[in-house]
């Protein structure tokens, strides 16, 4: 709108300039016909034939030249529009045009010089935004293929160790079936964890997750996914702790998302760090509820924190036999579906703090 005032201001003031310029060649014309030409009733049929050519010869230059960049403008929006995001050749039909025109004259271009530049920066987000779509598509694929192979390890084992323990040409030991039993029963919870990150993943991106909230004793909440985390087999050899400054405090949140949220980050804590780390889980109340879950393992370095939230994410400086890659984008996702926020820090050879936030739906 403020464009097409513009235009309309510069329009007009054009067209008064035309009718003075036409209003003056008419006065010159008269003063020559009448001094040098025989009187003709005619004079003034010519003088207005003159003066309506000059006028369409102006006239038509001035609309060539302020339509050119109109045009221009539309054949970049047309290829927009059909994915090609390059801009297109700027052809000048008239270059001299320009130049002999009066410099307030020439102040059309710049009016369509901010379309233009608006253009620009419609052309410049879409190519940015295809580069992210490329990466993702990138990740995403990388992704699948590393899950492909992350299921076909487990498989295997399963496979191998089921076939051992269902021969007959050996006899096992009770202490050897207890431990062909407990890598299976490992391997199947890494295939189930697996599974469930893609059907999470699924119903993210495609708008079906259902936040479901209800009044829980959160203390208690974390406490006991604290205590299963413990007696998971992944956690033999840790040393899992948990404090609280609070010992009851209802709030509504969706018992099934926050308990894959929590779990998942205390199992990350498990999967990347060797066995010996110390990890704690702490509860502290202040206005909000703040979880924190630290430990003392390997840590991380910049470039995993910086992307540590990305889906299909996974970095191969660290163990990922356990990891989908999608653990923390999954975590940060049922989080902040909650009103609440996450956040990490981390140094190498230090270990790792993750500390949620969660607002008191009571206050």
Known sequence: MKILFRFIFHFTRVLGLLAFFMLFIYIILAQLLTNFVISTPYFHIYAAIIFGIAFVIFAGLYSWYVIQPMFYLISWIKGLSQGNLERPYKKTYMPYLKKVMPKWLRKTTPYFEELESHVEKLAHTLEQNQKLQQQLDQSKKEWLSGVSHDLKTPLSYLKAYSSLLLSS??????????????????????????????????????????????????????ENIVIDMANSPLAEGYNLSFETNIYSLHMKIDKKL?????????????????????????????????????????????????HLFEKYYRNSKFNRSHSSGLGMSIAQSFIVSQQGKISVKSKINEGTLIKISLQDTNN
């Open 169 to 222: 040409d050996y006899k096992w030991s009770e202490e050897e079936k207890s431990n062909s039993l407990k890598i299976i029963y490992e391997k199947s919870l890494h295939i189930e964890s697996l599974i469930d990150d893609m059907n999470l993943l699924f119903q993210s991106e495609n708008g079906d997750l259902i936040v479901s909230l209800k009044d829980v004793d959160i203390i208690d909440f974390i």
């Open 258 to 306: 926050m308990n894959r949220a929590l779990s998942n980050l205390i199992l990350n804590a498990l999967v990347h760090n060797p066995p010996g780390t110390n990890i704690s889980i702490r509860i502290s109340y202040n206005e909000h509820l703040n979880i924190y879950i630290k430990d003392n393992g390997i840590g991380m370095d910049e470039d995993t924190l910086e």
